[in-house]
């Protein structure tokens, strides 16, 4: 089996419990996760972020991001939704802060990557680390386990 991710299949019941734990905690160190509603469908999607007590492996950058109406700066790391039609939760590494780093490097002239490679490098970085990935996966558990 190695590394790979566990598969989530929720009911729609199952999915709203989830969504409802996520509202129901202000407190970062509480769930690591809120709740976004696409404003196109309508639907909602959990968002995870990483905190200093609650960082991903290998995690090197500082937490500057206000994270919904939550007081302690974070940092955003990947996004959770559920395929109504499959029931399948989908996930999203997405770290914004990994780009952040980058960008600040190669404008202060840090780095001395041309264009194209900085822009490459830029892409990766978001995708996120292996690290990253296990980390989404395992909060998206932890908080499973406190809705069940």
């Known amino acids: 089996m190695g590394n ?7 009911d729609a019941g199952q999915w709203e419990a989830l969504v409802r734990r996520a509202r129901a905690t202000a407190d970062a160190l ?38 919904a109406s939550i007081r302690p700066l974070g940092a ?5 939704w ?13 770290v914004v802060a990994a780009a952040q780093a980058l960008a600040a490097d190669y404008e202060s002239g840090a780095s001395d990557l041309d264009w194209v490679t900085y ?16 980390w989404l996966h395992r909060e998206f558990g932890r908080l499973a386990a406190l809705a069940g």
């Open 4 to 10: 790979e991710a566990p598969v989530w299949n929720l």
């Open 30 to 67: 509480e769930d690591g996760a809120y709740v976004r509603v696409d404003t196109d469908t309508g639907e909602a999607e959990l968002v995870f972020y990483a905190t200093a007590l609650n960082k991903p492996a290998g995690w090197a950058y500082p937490f500057l991001e206000a994270i």
């Open 82 to 94: 559920h395929e109504g039609a499959t029931g399948f939760v989908q996930f999203e590494v997405a």
């Open 119 to 134: 822009e490459q490098a830029v892409a990766r970085a978001v995708r996120g680390t292996a690290a990253e990935g296990a």
């Open 76 to 80: 955003s790391v990947g996004r959770a």
